[in-house]
Structure formats: structure tokens, C-alpha cells
């Protein structure tokens, strides 16, 4: 029992091992293809001292990485193939070592250890990829390659999913972006493709995956609710997994018959699925689903600007504990004026929301308002600001969220505002924006969520009666 | 950190805890053959700290001379504020938003053996009879929510709302429970989530409370004031409680005779007292007075204009349906509206006279139980559209919700048969609904059985709730922390997940 866990012990030193016989053992080689030239002749009694020990630690690679391997759960295959590498470095850099120094003599004695060199080189690039795959696992090194192209697949944006097709729309989006790095054209694992009708219909060589209308009995359901650690789980651990959402999807277009050229509206839909189709549109995601704070790190903002607005009432505080982008509001203080609008421009770089609502700034106010481009939340709610003032925020090409609530802002004052590229809330109730010109504000503000506000709710006969009896 | 660097990080402690679960004592003695030395190692060296073992995560520094003062997040919130609505007593999921058609079926039948095995219930006793939902139920919206007929406005703003339709309790009496919902355990003691709210954000004006509390329904909840309390935090934490008649804090203006001047000054003489008090020994509450006292006094300021629903315009009283100077859960809900306007940071409502049992006629779900989802209905569709036209829905986590849920049976008080129809406490299944703050419009997580009686899937807890609640605000649940005891505490304790089903 000692032994057994000493050595395990001894096999947590395989990581470290490891790089001895890569580093040492490619120096060596290094070494004796330069040496050969008169320049770095001088190098050649070092290359026989440097082939031994890169041949000493790469036997000790190999002992330290079987204990290793011992009780844990890699991929076998892998595990295999980069055991048996290993001990074929150690073997080869032994026979390489002994050719060098000349023990071994045959035909073209001269020619033979450049060979072997070669042979060596291949042989520890290959188990070095696979130990690394074993540990990063699967495509780690080709994974920012890969990334890349598939988060540039913008999401595809469904505007009204009853219109769309269930398919092409919902599915097959789905297993690109889930299965179709081991299901399609470039890799085929159990003989299966994802990518096309017939493919998916076809199955692979455990037979069919897909039966229509019974999701329990077909496999592209099935192994989707296996518990994560099961073996036949799909996507393999590590792989990035189906959400719940896209599951209960994949359900119901079985259970509805796995129709590849059906529209949504055709087929049937029960509670539980309206939702999450209702969630796929594009109006109904479209709320807070851009971060409304900027990636990149910023400066602290100045400790005496900071200070003296705090001493105008401001509340000033970081968005979060280790950011240094400012939530600055004043509603503590109702005497603010333009004059702390201008204190603002100094932090300018830090302020993303800004609440300067039932306050006493004017258009001047806005003007400095205008230079804070990295605002992303803007509330100028129940003050004297105009038309005048409000198309300066033009500049203000951050912003999402915009409150004009009980200004005196009207339609041609916020169309000016039209051109703002990330705007996606804008309330205007209590202004003097008309109902009557909804059609143009839709047309100026086709991605915006525009809300008029004055929201009027029935009197009905139960908010003023009260039941007395119980009814026969 | 991120959220999502967070979820990550959470995600693999499970992991390891799954994997844990398997070591045996076997394990762990083979394991440590070799590691007994380097622990006694380890130890020797403990008492030098070389490792820096101080809590880094150590929350936000309680400053006492300036309790309130606002503090940042641990990552950027969703929600600034939050309105918790709840109905004390505990509505009936199965007349409003759990809609069993199945149940309908076996109404007056004996309740099956099975469902009655080794439960207990507060009141009912023997075998019960099943009681059909006695409500129409319809899809509402576009996300298809079921709500009954019994809320006829709250179904014009369906899509703005996010249901949880499994939420399960292990609490079925009202004060554990209440103490449960909002304090993370069901004995005394702990702070509720206004007040880990408060400590942890601070006020974002600073003459008014961070947490208010407002109650209505003729009666406290049953839990007392230890439902808004702050535990083992500093009492300038706790909830801060206004009436619900008349006028909601009283004294406000100055007593004849003395000035604004005479009563800043009274104030500083009282506050130097206390500061000397405070040198001598060392008691944070007296800090805790003194910043109350600075408060009172900024409310003078702050509170008629804050407070007082009589200035606001006949259509905003229309919408609510308020009735100002009565006690009601509508004038609750626009002083709540204010009250985020002006930038408090937790509002909590409690209306009570929702425990409709069935043993008399204002607890009957056919008389009692409808009068009360009169009385709230308008005034909470109101609040959610109010909240929305004014742009604050948006950063404003709206929660509906009772302690418990109540049984799909007949309630048979001692064995008895009832004249009305009631149901008795049902920890196992309830509704619980939340809006805005960042949450999902139109959503629907969990689900019970055909007869509303268990959750089949996507259960989640009370711990659940408050970790979302924390979520939202912009705090990681598991590592929000106060030291008390000689160990930090957490709101969810050892529980809780965020329920990011609902997420936006």
C-alpha cells in the first residue's frame, strides 16, 4: 500500500520530467547538425555528454509517467499512444547516444546517427503533442484557430419565430455550433454526420439517430439527457454542452415529427415550448445583451475631482470592487446644477452611468454631458433640458440606455439622436414627444425599445367590490 | 472578476466536492503516507503566516463612522434596488399560477395514501379530500404564462415576468418560513437580505435609509420584526420600518418653538456625548447611534417630500388605486415606486391575510382569498408598469411572493369537514414570480406534478432565491461574507445557486 502511493507520488513528477528529455535531447540534435560545420566544430565533445543525459531523463520521463498512469481516467487511446511513444524516445535516444559515440559500426556508420537524429525529433514532437493533449485535452492547441471563426458566426437573428423554419432556423444552427466539430465534413466520429437532411436521417454505424416523433428512442435526444459523466454522453465532456433551452428544442422537433422544412406556426406547441420559442426572436433578447461596461481597463479616475464632487452631494462610486469605471448619481442632492456637469468631464474616462435626474441642469449641463463618451447609461429625467441641448449627445456613441422622462425634449429634438449605434432603451414618458409620431420615432430607432409610457390601467368591477358570500 | 469567471469557478468547487464525496477514510490514509510529514511540516510553519493566510476575500470593512456610506459590488449588478412583495400568509400557487387541470379531475376524491405518508401538515389531519382549483385559467402574453382570472390586470404584464414554479420550503408554519424566505434560516438571528443588502451596497442617497419596510393587511407578519432585522450585522443595518397609516414617520417636523438651527444643534451636543461615550468603550452600536441620528435629522429634510403619496398626480393614485392616509397595500406600492425613485436600495412590503385555510369566510378561497388578490393586483401591475415608464424597471428586481405554498387538498381542520373551500401550509410546491433587474422577461422554470403537489423539475430553494436576489445586486452568494463568531457567515449559508434559468 506504501508502495502503491509512493509511487503515485513519484508519478506527480512526470509533468516536470518531462520537458528534460525535449529540452536536452533537442539541444543535443541541435548541436550535432550545427558541429558538423567548421564554425561550431568546437561544439562537438559536448553534443555525447548532452545525448546521454537527454537519454538518462528521458528513461526517467518514462518510469515517472507509467506510475502516473496508474488508477487515472485519461483517454486510453491517447494514454496508449503516448506511453508506447515515450519509451520509443527513450529506446531511440539510447541507440542515437550509442551510434554517436561510435559503439555501433555499420555500413554508412557516418550518415546513420543524422537518421537517427531525425527519427528522434519526429518521435518527441509526436508524444509532446499527446501528452499535451492529454492534459489540455482535445484541440487545445488549435483551439484559438478554431475559436476564432466560430464566435464571428454572429447569432443568427430570428424576427418572428413562428415564421421561421424549425429546422433550418432552430436545429440546424444548434448542431453547428454543438456537433459539427466531430459530425461533419471534416471528422466523422462513429461514422456520423450532422451536416445535411440525408446525413442526419442516415445515422451512423450504430444505426439510425434520429426517429420522428419518438425522442426517447432516438439517439440525437438521448444522449443529450445521459448524465454528463456518461460515458455515451454527447457533446463529450469538455466540449461545450447543449443548454437546457436548446435540449427541450431538440424534444419538441422530434417529438413533432423531425420535419426539416416545416415553419414553426405548422407545428404543434405545447406550454412548456412556447416560451423558449418566443425567447429565440430577436425583440425579446434584444434587452441587456450588451455588457454596459467597456472591456478594456481604465485608469483610476483623479481622488480630487472624486472629492469634490462628493462635496457637491454626488454619490460617486466604482461599478464593481476591482474596476475603476464610476456609477456617478445626484440624487441626494437636488441643488446640482451645470457646475457639476462640468466637474464630470474631469473623470470623463471612468463615468459609464450617470443619473442627473430631478436635477437643475440646463442644456449647458448637456454640453458637458457631451463629452462623457463613455457613458453607457444616461438618466436626465424631470429637468429643463431642450431640443437645443439634447442633440449635442450625438457624441455620446456608448450610450444604451437613454431616460428623457418629464423633459421638454420633443420628437425633432431626439430623431437628432437617431445616429447613436448602440442605443437600445429609451423612455420618454411625460415628454413632449407626441404619440401621434410613433411611426417616425420606429422608423429613426428600428433596434431601439421605446417606451411612451403612460400606461392607463381599466377600472374593473373586482378593484372597487368585495365578494361577501360564498357563490352557489 | 466576472460573472462568468465566477460561475466558472463555482462550477469546478462542485466538481470537486462530487469528486470528494468518493474519497473514503481508506483514500485519504493510503494518500497521506506521504504527505503526513510535510502536514506536521506544514504546521511548524503555521504560526509564522507566511503564506498570508488573512481572509483576502474578507467583505466590505464595516465603516462605523459612515455605515451607509455606498460601497461597490463585487462585480457590476444588474439590479441598483429591489422591491420584495410578500403576500404573508402564503397565496395559493394553485388558484393563481400553477394551473392542474388533473387536479380538477380528482376534486372530492380521498387523497391517495401515498402523498400523505410520512408528511405532516399544520392542520390537516386523517385523510383529506383533493380540491379542485377553484379559479379560470388562461395563457396569457406572448410567453403563454397560465394565470387565473383572479389577477385580471396582472395578465396585461405577463411578458414582463419570470416564473419559478417550483420553489420548495422546509418550513410550514409562517414565522420559520418567513424567517427562511428572508434571512437563510429558520431560527433567529441571522440578517435579512435588506440588511446583507444595505451593509454590502450602502445607500445611494444619503438622507434617506438604505431599507425600508412597509407592511400592510392589518397585522404584522408572523415572524415579527426579525423578518427585516439585521442579525449579527450592526443594527444600522436593519430594516427601518414605516407606519402604514397616517403618516409614515412620526414626529417629522420640529416641535413648536424650536428651529431647524436649535435642533441641529441639540443633535451635535447629544452626538459629542455619545462620541465620548464611544472613546471610553469602544462599542460600535454607539457609532451605529450616532449615524442614526445624523439620519433622523436628514430625514426631517428628506422624508415629507420622499414619504408622502398625497403629491402625487390623480392618475398615478388612479393607476395604483390607492387610497393615501388608509392603510393599504396600493399606497405601499407607490411609497415603494418613491422610495426607489429617490434611491433606496431595498423596499420591503408585507401584506398580510393571505393564509386562506377555509375556516371562515374572509380565509375562504372563495370570498377572502379573492378579496385579497383584489387588493393587490392593481396596485402591483401598476408598480411594474410605473417602474417601467419612468426607465427603473429596468435596474429594479421586482419579487412576488409568499413563505409557502398551499396543499392541493381540502383542508380538514381536526378531521373535520369545512363549510368553505381553504387549503392548508404546502412547503413542498409553490410560485414565486420575479421582474426586471436584469432578470428574463416572460420566463418559466420548474414544474410539478399533475396535481401541483412536488416539483418534477427545476426545484429551487429559498437559499436559491436569496442567492439570486444577491446575484443581481452584483454579489457572489458564497463569498459575501460577515465575521461573526470566529467565522464568516453567508446569507445561504452552505446552500443556494443562482438560478440563471431565469437570468437574462
Not at chain 2, 434611491?343 to 377572502?368: C, K, M, N, P
Amino acid at each position: 500500500m506504501t508502495l502503491l502511493s509512493f509511487s503515485g507520488f513519484i508519478g506527480r513528477f512526470h509533468p516536470v520530467f518531462v520537458h528534460l528529455p525535449i529540452g536536452i535531447l533537442l539541444l543535443g540534435i541541435l548541436l550535432h547538425w550545427l558541429s558538423r560545420g567548421q564554425k561550431y566544430a568546437n561544439l562537438k565533445p559536448a553534443v555525447s555528454i548532452i545525448l546521454i543525459l537527454g537519454a538518462v531523463s528521458a528513461i526517467l520521463s518514462c518510469i515517472s509517467g507509467w506510475m502516473l498512469a496508474e488508477g487515472t481516467e485519461y483517454n486510453e487511446a491517447t494514454l496508449d499512444q503516448h506511453r508506447w511513444m515515450g519509451i520509443a524516445v527513450a529506446i531511440v535516444s539510447i541507440i542515437y547516444y550509442l551510434f554517436y559515440i561510435g559503439k555501433f559500426t555499420i555500413k554508412f556508420s557516418s550518415a546513420v546517427p543524422y537518421i537517427v537524429s531525425l527519427v528522434l525529433f519526429v518521435l518527441i514532437t509526436i508524444t509532446g503533442h499527446l501528452g499535451g493533449t492529454l492534459t489540455h485535452g482535445e484541440g487545445y492547441l488549435t483551439q484559438e484557430l478554431t475559436e476564432i471563426s466560430s464566435t464571428q458566426e454572429v447569432k443568427k437573428v430570428i424576427p418572428d419565430v413562428q415564421q421561421a423554419v424549425a429546422y433550418n432556423d432552430i436545429i440546424q444552427p444548434m448542431l453547428q455550433h454543438k456537433c459539427y466539430s466531430c459530425h461533419s465534413s471534416s471528422k466523422q466520429k462513429g461514422k456520423l454526420r450532422l451536416d445535411e437532411k440525408d446525413f442526419i436521417e442516415k445515422g451512423g454505424e450504430d444505426g439510425k439517430v434520429l426517429i420522428a416523433e419518438k425522442s426517447d428512442e432516438s439517439e440525437l435526444y438521448k444522449r443529450l439527457i445521459l448524465e454528463a459523466s456518461d460515458k455515451k454522453h454527447m457533446p463529450p465532456k469538455g466540449k461545450p454542452q447543449l443548454t437546457e433551452a436548446e435540449i427541450a428544442l431538440m424534444h419538441w422537433w422530434i417529438n413533432t415529427g423531425a420535419s426539416f422544412d416545416q415553419q414553426v406556426k405548422d407545428l404543434p406547441q405545447d406550454v412548456k415550448i412556447i416560451p423558449l420559442l418566443t425567447a429565440l426572436q430577436s425583440n425579446s433578447t434584444a434587452v441587456a445583451s450588451k455588457p454596459d461596461i467597456p472591456d478594456a481597463p481604465v485608469a483610476k479616475a483623479p481622488d480630487d475631482i472624486i472629492n469634490k464632487l462628493k462635496e457637491a452631494g454626488a454619490t460617486v462610486v466604482t461599478v464593481s470592487k476591482e474596476s475603476n469605471y464610476l456609477s456617478v448619481n445626484f440624487l441626494s442632492s437636488k441643488k446640482t446644477s451645470d457646475a457639476e456637469m462640468k466637474l464630470l468631464e474631469g473623470i470623463a474616462p471612468q463615468l459609464v452611468w450617470l443619473k442627473a435626474g430631478g436635477t437643475s441642469i440646463t442644456d449647458n449641463g448637456l454640453a458637458s454631458i457631451a463629452k462623457l463618451t463613455t457613458l453607457t447609461r444616461l438618466s436626465v429625467d424631470y429637468t429643463q433640458i431642450t431640443d437645443k441641448g439634447i442633440a449635442q449627445l450625438q457624441s455620446l456613441s456608448k450610450l444604451q440606455y437613454l431616460n428623457i422622462v418629464g423633459t421638454e425634449i420633443t420628437t425633432q429634438g431626439i430623431i437628432t439622436l437617431k445616429g447613436l449605434p448602440e442605443l437600445q432603451q429609451l423612455y420618454f414618458y411625460q415628454s413632449k414627444i407626441s404619440n401621434a409620431d410613433s411611426a417616425i420615432l420606429r422608423q429613426a430607432f428600428p433596434k431601439v425599445i421605446l417606451d411612451t409610457g403612460g400606461y392607463v390601467l381599466p377600472l374593473l368591477e373586482g378593484d372597487t367590490s368585495e365578494v361577501k358570500q360564498k357563490p352557489d | 472578476m466576472t460573472q462568468k469567471e465566477l460561475h466558472d469557478q463555482r462550477l469546478f468547487s462542485e466538481a470537486n466536492h462530487e469528486i470528494l464525496k468518493h474519497v473514503t477514510r481508506r483514500h485519504f490514509l493510503r494518500d497521506t503516507m506521504t504527505g503526513l510529514g510535510a502536514m506536521a511540516f506544514g504546521s511548524m510553519l503555521a504560526g509564522c503566516d507566511m503564506f498570508g493566510s488573512k481572509d483576502k476575500i474578507a467583505a466590505n470593512a464595516f465603516d462605523s463612522a459612515n455605515p451607509l456610506a455606498v460601497k461597490p459590488p463585487l462585480f457590476p449588478g444588474k439590479a441598483k434596488a429591489v422591491i420584495y412583495l410578500h403576500m404573508a400568509g402564503a397565496p395559493s400557487q394553485l388558484e393563481l399560477f400553477d394551473y392542474k387541470p388533473d387536479l380538477q379531475k380528482l376534486d372530492g376524491q380521498d387523497c391517495p395514501q401515498s402523498l400523505l405518508e410520512g408528511k405532516r401538515f399544520a392542520f390537516i389531519r386523517g385523510v383529506p379530500k383533493m380540491l379542485g382549483p377553484y379559479a379560470h385559467f388562461e395563457q396569457r402574453g406572448q410567453s403563454g404564462a397560465w394565470i387565473s382570472d383572479h389577477l385580471p390586470h396582472l395578465i396585461t404584464v405577463a411578458d414582463e415576468i419570470s416564473f419559478l414554479k417550483a420553489v420548495q420550503t422546509d418550513q410550514f408554519n409562517h414565522a420559520p418560513a418567513q424567517l427562511l424566505m428572508h434571512t437563510g434560516s429558520a431560527r433567529l438571528g441571522r440578517p435579512s437580505i435588506g440588511a446583507w443588502a444595505s451593509y454590502g451596497l450602502g445607500t445611494e442617497n444619503s438622507n434617506l435609509p438604505a431599507f425600508v419596510v412597509l407592511t400592510s393587511g392589518g397585522k404584522n407578519p408572523d415572524a415579527g420584526k426579525s423578518v427585516w432585522g439585521s442579525g449579527f450585522l450592526p443594527s444600522v443595518y436593519q430594516g427601518v420600518q414605516c407606519r402604514s397609516e397616517g403618516d409614515p414617520v412620526l414626529f417629522i417636523n420640529n416641535p413648536e418653538g424650536i428651529d431647524k438651527n436649535l435642533r441641529k444643534a441639540s443633535i451635535d451636543a447629544i452626538n459629542k456625548v455619545n462620541q465620548k461615550a464611544y472613546e471610553e468603550f469602544k462599542d460600535p452600536e454607539i457609532l451605529s447611534r450616532i449615524s442614526q441620528y445624523e439620519m433622523a435629522y436628514k430625514m426631517q429634510m428628506s422624508v415629507p417630500e420622499a414619504m408622502d403619496i398625497r403629491d402625487e398626480p390623480d392618475y398615478i393614485h388612479e393607476m395604483y388605486g390607492t387610497q393615501p392616509g388608509k392603510e393599504s397595500f396600493a399606497n405601499n406600492a407607490l411609497l415603494a415606486r418613491k422610495l426607489i425613485e429617490k434611491g433606496v436600495r431595498y423596499v420591503q412590503l408585507f401584506d398580510w391575510g393571505w393564509d386562506s385555510h377555509g375556516t371562515g369566510a374572509d380565509v375562504a378561497l372563495e370570498i377572502g382569498f379573492i378579496n385579497k388578490c383584489r387588493s393587490v393586483d392593481r396596485a402591483t401591475t401598476a408598480l411594474l408598469l410605473d417602474l417601467k415608464q419612468r426607465g427603473l424597471l429596468d435596474d429594479t428586481l421586482v419579487v412576488w411572493g409568499g413563505e409557502f405554498g398551499r396543499t392541493p387538498m381540502q383542508e380538514n381542520r381536526e378531521g373535520k369537514k369545512q363549510f368553505y373551500k381553504g387549503r392548508d401550509h404546502h412547503a413542498e410546491a409553490f410560485t414565486i414570480w420575479m421582474a426586471g433587474g436584469g432578470i428574463k422577461r416572460g420566463a418559466s422554470y420548474g414544474e410539478t406534478d399533475p396535481i401541483g403537489y412536488s416539483p418534477v423539475s427545476g426545484k429551487v430553494t429559498p437559499y436559491d432565491i436569496q442567492a439570486t436576489i444577491l446575484n443581481q445586486l452584483g454579489f457572489d452568494h458564497e463569498k459575501f461574507t460577515y465575521q461573526f463568531q470566529g467565522r464568516p457567515f453567508r446569507l445561504t449559508d452552505v446552500e443556494g445557486r443562482v438560478i440563471n434559468e431565469i437570468v437574462a
